[in-house]
C-alpha cells in the first residue's frame, strides 16, 4: 500500500499540468497540432510507472496493472512510429480538417482547451484506477489473472486490426504509384465484422484496467472510471468525424456502412 505522506493525485496531477502546458506551446510554436498524439502512446505508462515505484513494485495489482499498461504503449508507440507520427509534419489529417470547419480564431480556441489539456488529463484518467489500486491494496487473486488475460486479447485484437490497416494502406499506396485501381479502405480481415475494430479494442481494454480498480475498491461505481466512460464518449465523436471524412471522399463507403458493424465485431449484414 502507498505510504500515507504520497498523494498520487497531487504528483501525477502536477505532470499532468506541466505536459498540458508544453503540448500547447509546442503547438503555438512549431504550428503542429499532434503533439497530445505523440504522447498518446508515453505519457500513460510514465503514470503507471510513477505510482508501482512509489509503491516499491510492493503491490502485485499495481505491477500487473503497469506490466499490461506498458505493452499496450510499446505496441502503440511502434505503430504510430512506422506511421511517421513523429516525424516534422506528421500531424493527424483531422486537425487540418477542424481548421477549416472552425477558423484560425475558434480552432486556437479550440487547440487551447481541448487538444492540449483536456486530451492530457484524459491520458491521467485512464490510468487512475492504478491509483484506486495502489490505495487499497488486495491480494492478487483469479479474477485480477482473468482480467490481465482479457487485456491482453484486445490488445492482440487491436494488433492485428492495426496490422491489417497498415498492410492496405501500403498496398494501396503502391497501386496509386502504378496508377492502378483498387479498393479505397479496407473491408477485409476484422474490418469485414466492423468498420474499427482498433477503435473498440482501445475502449474496451481501458474498461479492463477499471475493472482492476473495482476489485481493489470493492465499488462498482468509483471515481477512477471517470477516463473510460470519457473515452467511450470522444471515441464516438472521433469516430463519426473519421466516418464523416471517408464518406465525403468514398461515395462506396455508405454501403460499406450499411452492411458492416461500426464498432462492436458482428457478422455483416
Given at each position: 500500500?502507498?505510504?500515507?505522506?504520497?498523494?498520487?493525485?497531487?504528483?501525477?496531477?502536477?505532470?499532468?499540468?506541466?505536459?498540458?502546458?508544453?503540448?500547447?506551446?509546442?503547438?503555438?510554436?512549431?504550428?503542429?497540432?499532434?503533439?497530445?498524439?505523440?504522447?498518446?502512446?508515453?505519457?500513460?505508462?510514465?503514470?503507471?510507472?510513477?505510482?508501482?515505484?512509489?509503491?516499491?513494485?510492493?503491490?502485485?495489482?499495481?505491477?500487473?496493472?503497469?506490466?499490461?499498461?506498458?505493452?499496450?504503449?510499446?505496441?502503440?508507440?511502434?505503430?504510430?512510429?512506422?506511421?511517421?507520427?513523429?516525424?516534422?509534419?506528421?500531424?493527424?489529417?483531422?486537425?487540418?480538417?477542424?481548421?477549416?470547419?472552425?477558423?484560425?480564431?475558434?480552432?486556437?480556441?479550440?487547440?487551447?482547451?481541448?487538444?492540449?489539456?483536456?486530451?492530457?488529463?484524459?491520458?491521467?484518467?485512464?490510468?487512475?484506477?492504478?491509483?484506486?489500486?495502489?490505495?487499497?491494496?488486495?491480494?492478487?487473486?483469479?479474477?485480477?489473472?482473468?482480467?490481465?488475460?482479457?487485456?491482453?486479447?484486445?490488445?492482440?485484437?487491436?494488433?492485428?486490426?492495426?496490422?491489417?490497416?497498415?498492410?492496405?494502406?501500403?498496398?494501396?499506396?503502391?497501386?496509386?504509384?502504378?496508377?492502378?485501381?483498387?479498393?479505397?479502405?479496407?473491408?477485409?480481415?476484422?474490418?469485414?465484422?466492423?468498420?474499427?475494430?482498433?477503435?473498440?479494442?482501445?475502449?474496451?481494454?481501458?474498461?479492463?484496467?477499471?475493472?482492476?480498480?473495482?476489485?481493489?475498491?470493492?465499488?462498482?461505481?468509483?471515481?477512477?472510471?471517470?477516463?473510460?466512460?470519457?473515452?467511450?464518449?470522444?471515441?464516438?465523436?472521433?469516430?463519426?468525424?473519421?466516418?464523416?471524412?471517408?464518406?465525403?471522399?468514398?461515395?462506396?463507403?455508405?454501403?460499406?456502412?450499411?452492411?458492416?458493424?461500426?464498432l462492436l465485431p458482428w457478422p455483416p449484414r
Amino acid at each position: 500500500m502507498l505510504h500515507t505522506w504520497f498523494d498520487p493525485s497531487f504528483l501525477l496531477v502536477e505532470i499532468c499540468a506541466a505536459t498540458s502546458v508544453i503540448c500547447w506551446l509546442l503547438s503555438v510554436v512549431t504550428r503542429e497540432y499532434s503533439w497530445v498524439d505523440r504522447i498518446w502512446s508515453i505519457a500513460p505508462v510514465a503514470y503507471v510507472w510513477v505510482v508501482a515505484a512509489q509503491t516499491h513494485f510492493g503491490d502485485a495489482r499495481v505491477n500487473l496493472i503497469t506490466a499490461l499498461v506498458s505493452a499496450w504503449g510499446a505496441r502503440l508507440t511502434y505503430n504510430f512510429a512506422r506511421k511517421g507520427g513523429y516525424k516534422a509534419g506528421g500531424e493527424d489529417y483531422r486537425w487540418a480538417v477542424l481548421r477549416e470547419r472552425l477558423g484560425p480564431v475558434g480552432f486556437q480556441l479550440f487547440n487551447l482547451t481541448f487538444i492540449a489539456p483536456f486530451q492530457n488529463v484524459l491520458l491521467l484518467l485512464i490510468v487512475a484506477p492504478v491509483v484506486a489500486a495502489a490505495q487499497h491494496a488486495q491480494p492478487l487473486g483469479l479474477v485480477d489473472l482473468a482480467l490481465g488475460a482479457l487485456f491482453v486479447v484486445f490488445l492482440a485484437v487491436e494488433t492485428v486490426a492495426d496490422e491489417q490497416q497498415w498492410r492496405f494502406q501500403e498496398a494501396k499506396a503502391a497501386r496509386k504509384a502504378r496508377q492502378e485501381a483498387g479498393p479505397d479502405f479496407c473491408t477485409t480481415g476484422l474490418f469485414r465484422f466492423s468498420r474499427h475494430p482498433n477503435f473498440f479494442s482501445e475502449v474496451s481494454l481501458w474498461w479492463v484496467i477499471y475493472a482492476f480498480g473495482v476489485l481493489a475498491t470493492g465499488e462498482w461505481l468509483h471515481w477512477s472510471g471517470l477516463g473510460a466512460l470519457v473515452l467511450t464518449g470522444l471515441f464516438q465523436g472521433s469516430t463519426a468525424m473519421t466516418e464523416g471524412i471517408s464518406k465525403s471522399k468514398y461515395p462506396a463507403y455508405a454501403e460499406y456502412q450499411r452492411r458492416t458493424s461500426r464498432l462492436l465485431p458482428w457478422p455483416p449484414r
